[in-house]
């Protein structure tokens, strides 16, 4: 079976005779361990993993790597609003998300969700980390869900999530996972609404939900 022997003896700077002495074994036994000719029991973990100061588990697999990202604001259907930010920064706060190497040149921007407009994916107080267009220039996919803003001629802005639609024609549509019948009308993205314009601000990679 593969392990990170090897890799955590570079990283500590353990030869495979200083291990061996460490933890009363020949320096081939070391070398059968880190190359998995000889099975990696719980019982040499605990060894290995004692002598080089890691957790046992750390001999298999590598330690969880996370990043965090602050969350300044929330987006609420309906609720239309100066600036998406909370203007009490005592209010902001941090969460940590997987450090995945898609996105660790990208910055990563959080909202929370509130109200019901999304209810069917997100409840209430879910935290929605996401990119940015203008950071990752991808191109909008059907079926990924996005953090839309809507802009009135007053200069408000509302931002809610959806989920992006292409009808038959090609044309592209928000739509709502919601049980709430006040947002399910279907948002078209090919111009201006109601005197609204409507622009997606980020494609959701994360959602965070708060344990009760």
């Known amino acids: 079976m593969q392990n ?28 059968k361990l880190a190359s998995g000719t000889m099975g990696m029991t719980t019982k040499w973990m605990e060894k290995l993993g004692s002598a080089l100061g890691v957790s046992p588990i750390e001999i298999l697999i ?13 987006v609420q259907a309906g609720a239309f609003v100066e600036s998406l930010d909370w203007p009490d920064r005592d209010d902001w706060y941090d969460v940590a998300v997987p450090d995945d190497e898609r996105f660790r040149h990208l910055p990563l921007y959080a909202r929370e969700a509130r109200g019901t407009s999304m209810n069917k994916r997100y409840p209430d107080g879910t935290v929605l980390i996401f990119t940015a ?80």
């Not at 500590?12 to 070398?31: M, Q, Y």
Request: net charge negative; proline share 8%; glycine share 8%.
């Open 4 to 31: 990170r022997l090897s890799e955590i003896m570079r990283q500590r700077g353990f030869s495979r005779e200083k291990l061996a002495e460490a933890v009363d074994a020949h320096p081939i036994t070391i070398s």
């Open 62 to 74: 590598p330690p969880a790597r996370t990043r965090s990202v602050q969350v300044r604001g929330a």
């Open 133 to 212: 267009p203008w950071d990752d220039h991808a191109t909008p996919e059907p079926g990924a869900r996005y953090v839309v803003e809507r802009q009135r001629p007053d200069g408000t802005i509302e931002g809610t999530v959806k989920r992006l639609h292409r009808d038959p024609e090609g044309g592209l549509w928000l739509i709502a996972e919601s049980d709430d019948p006040r947002w399910q009308k279907p948002i078209s993205l090919d111009g201006e609404v109601e005197d609204e314009i409507v622009r997606i601000v980020g494609r959701v990679r994360y959602a965070v939900t708060r344990e009760e």
